[in-house]
């Protein structure tokens, strides 16, 4: 398990990250939400060591993870621009990462390689910017750490590429219980593979939450009212996140599980009523709409 502890990081006078607590379990994917300057990438160097926290600590397994190589060897971190050695190729970085981790992968990493098409003795200077990516996720994968640490992860690479790499750390995951904690400013990226989602504003954790808890908890109900009959007495027993009206038909966002709602809809006087699932994207807009941020703007610009 991962603790972070009320850390804070200034830099100047800039407050990058401000006493941010975070706990992530482990055997689950974690998402960090945020956009550019949010502070995820200060977050995530802290988590892994690289930085120490003005304030606060950070706990991996019950230790303290900067400047201690116990804490370390558990983890592999790719940053958001992955660094190589000089005219490097893909063999070089393997034999580096070898020496460093005692369980690097060798064998599934040239497998790798060959899957993805990536030349073992190509310089790597020479790869596009989605490729240096694959190369670097391949590393993390292969060197069997306990947590992967991924800087945005999946920008630069293309979706079947994004489905590959997905399909990996599933893999990993069932096999030996590695945990991803991904960094990524783009919610519809995390939506397939996160379990749980933190959402960072201004240096700040704003919301964090099991996926499947939200997804269960939060509903969205179409419906058509009978004529002459009055929508707020029929609504008023709901828990309302969001109501709109376009003509006769009502969307609401709803507090309560499915079958709760379907059957309080099926005892009021409707013409027609559907539950619709609601995407990732919808449930966080919905929620910080309630305590007064517009994610429309935070996230999606």
């Known amino acids: 398990m991962i603790e972070v502890l009320d850390i804070s990081k200034s830099f100047e006078d800039i407050r990058a990250v401000d006493h941010v607590n975070i706990v992530i ?3 689950s994917v974690f998402g960090l939400i945020g956009t550019n300057g949010a502070g ?17 600590q950070v706990m991996i397994d019950g230790l303290p993870v900067f400047d201690n190589v116990d804490a370390k060897e558990r983890l592999f971190f790719i940053a958001d621009e992955p660094y190589f050695f000089a005219n490097a190729t893909p063999e070089d970085m393997g034999r580096y990462y070898g020496n460093v981790f005692p369980k690097f992968d060798v064998l599934h990493y040239y497998e790798y390689l060959n899957s993805f098409g990536l030349g073992r003795r190509r310089k790597i200077s020479t790869f596009s910017k989605g490729m240096k990516k694959q190369l670097a996720i391949l590393l993390g994968i292969c060197a069997k750490t306990k947590y992967l640490f991924c800087d945005e992860t999946f920008d630069g690479l293309d979706p079947v590429m994004r489905q590959g790499i997905k399909s990996l750390m599933a893999r990993e995951m069932d096999e030996r219980g590695m945990t991803p904690v991904i960094a990524s400013h783009n919610l519809r990226e995390l939506e397939d593979i996160c379990d749980h989602v933190g959402l960072l504003h201004r240096g700040g954790v704003l919301l964090s939450r099991e996926l499947e808890e939200m997804k269960c908890n939060i509903q969205k109900v179409q419906c058509v009212l009978e004529e002459g009959v009055d929508a707020a007495e029929a609504f008023r027993n709901l828990e309302i996140v969001k109501c709109e009206q376009r003509g006769s038909l009502y969307t609401l966002t709803v507090r309560g599980g499915r079958d709760e709602m379907i059957n309080y809809f099926s005892s009021i006087r409707t013409i027609f009523f559907e539950a619709l699932p609601l995407s990732l994207e919808e449930i966080f807009i919905s929620e910080t709409e309630v305590v007064g941020y517009d994610i429309k703007k935070i996230i999606l610009g």
């Open 40 to 56: 995820k990438s200060t977050v995530l160097r802290m988590i892994s060591g690289v930085m120490k926290p003005d304030e606060g």
């Open 25 to 27: 379990k482990e055997d």
